[in-house]
């Protein structure tokens, strides 16, 4: 890796003072690509000297799966193994600190490959890693690492440097104090949110270029930012970096079509023109010119994961949007514009009302569930987005990619 070690550190420190603060005696888990070396070998250093009792990085290499996607059995493509498992369920038994490197050496390893046999093997996604996160059991955040073949994928050349140079200022590392500027820019994100709950809307309307949505809302709607607080009541900063502003939608209330405005990398292929028509709150058609087939056998993963999970806004001030780089890494894509997801609703998301519920009990609320939540990329300047009052009334959100509230 060409960054320099000084900066890695640097990086590292804005991760545990900043995203997930390290306590002392904590369990760190760290999970990493193989080309992810250099920065996860910063973050145990730093783990280590904030007091950890035991950093743990896991390396997920992408070519292995390649191999299993060609020639293991149909029929075992699915399993994850069980001692993966048990690493993320001890974790929760100590509430302690993840960290999910992101930043895929190949982003499109898997072109060419079965796309049915590509969508069976979600690996290294985990589902137990999902119950972590979605219920904060653990701090845990999703944080980018540049590659070589990464840099590759979206500037066409190998050139791991540039794309640091694209990355400090999204993740603030060029200001003089990157601390302060991410609980500004939070501050920020959190206030906006509370415009927008208070404003009480019951659906939010996206019109645009193959694209005319209306994706309902809970009552009470609830929107917040990615600063979270665990079980244990410790405060984090999920995603690094973060500019959206979301709430969980009713599920059972979507209807329209959608065009993603930014391809997907998704299970090793990059899906690309993806349009959604969603009709009685269910994906009823997926197109797309290339990944259509791996798109729809995720969605078939069990009975959510062809409803929505999450509306996010993202406004034009955003540096990732800014950068005029699509990463191909939806950390990155997602808090440059206006995205949706499919799968899991998000319990921060939900009104407090409901949060107490069994699975049941959300369901029958509207709130989506499912073993699967991936966005896609929805926003951008010829994206309206438009709120919808119990009334019937309306008033414009974003236009030209500028809050209008």
Avoid at 61 to 67: E, F, I, K, V
């Amino acid at each position: 890796m060409t960054i320099p070690d000084a900066e890695l550190a640097g990086y590292a420190d804005v991760v545990f003072d900043v995203a997930v603060p390290v306590l002392a005696d904590d369990r760190v888990l760290i999970n990493a690509e193989i080309e992810h070396a250099p920065l996860a070998r910063a973050l145990a250093e730093a783990a280590y000297a904030r007091g950890a009792r035991y950093a743990d990085i896991w390396y997920f290499d992408p070519y292995a799966r390649r191999s299993r996607v060609r020639h293991a059995d149909a029929a075992t493509l699915g399993e994850v193994p069980s001692w993966l498992d048990a690493r993320n369920e001890e974790l929760a038994r100590h509430s302690g600190v993840l960290v999910n490197i992101r930043g895929a050496a190949a982003p499109d390893l898997l072109a060419g490959e079965d796309p049915v046999r590509a969508g069976l093997d979600r690996m290294p996604y985990l589902s137990s890693r999902q119950r972590l996160q979605l219920g904060n059991l653990v701090r845990w955040v999703i944080i980018p690492c540049p590659t070589a073949e990464w840099a590759r994928a979206i500037t066409g050349e190998p050139d791991e440097a540039r794309l640091w140079q694209y990355l400090r200022p999204i993740l603030r590392l060029d200001r003089p104090d990157p601390r302060a500027a991410w609980e500004e820019r939070i501050a920020e994100l959190l206030a906006r949110a509370r415009t927008l709950s208070a404003m009480r809307l019951d659906a939010v309307r996206f019109e645009g270029p193959g694209t005319d949505l209306t994706v309902g809302l809970l009552p009470d709607a609830h929107w917040t930012a990615a600063r979270l607080e665990s079980v244990k009541g410790h405060v984090f900063q999920a995603n690094l970096p973060t500019e959206e502003v979301f709430t969980t939608p009713d599920y059972r209330r979507v209807e329209g079509r959608v065009r993603a405005t930014r391809p997907l990398a998704l299970n090793g292929t990059v899906v690309r023109d993806l349009e959604l028509t969603f009709t009685g709150g269910v994906v009823s058609e997926v197109r797309a010119s290339s990944g259509a087939d791996v798109v729809r056998t995720h969605q078939a993963t069990d009975a959510g994961a062809a409803r929505l999970g999450e509306l996010a806004l993202v406004d034009g001030s955003s540096p990732v949007g800014r950068s005029g780089v699509t990463f191909l890494e939806t950390l990155l894509d997602e808090n440059a514009t206006c995205h949706l997801a499919w799968g899991a609703g998000l319990p921060p998301g939900v009104p407090a009302r409901l949060r107490a519920r069994d699975a049941a009990g959300l369901d029958a609320a509207g709130v989506n569930t499912s073993g699967v939540h991936v966005d896609f990329m929805v926003g951008g300047p010829d994206v309206t987005v438009t709120g919808i009052g119990h009334d019937g009334g309306v008033i414009e959100l974003l236009r030209d990619d500028e809050w209008q509230i």
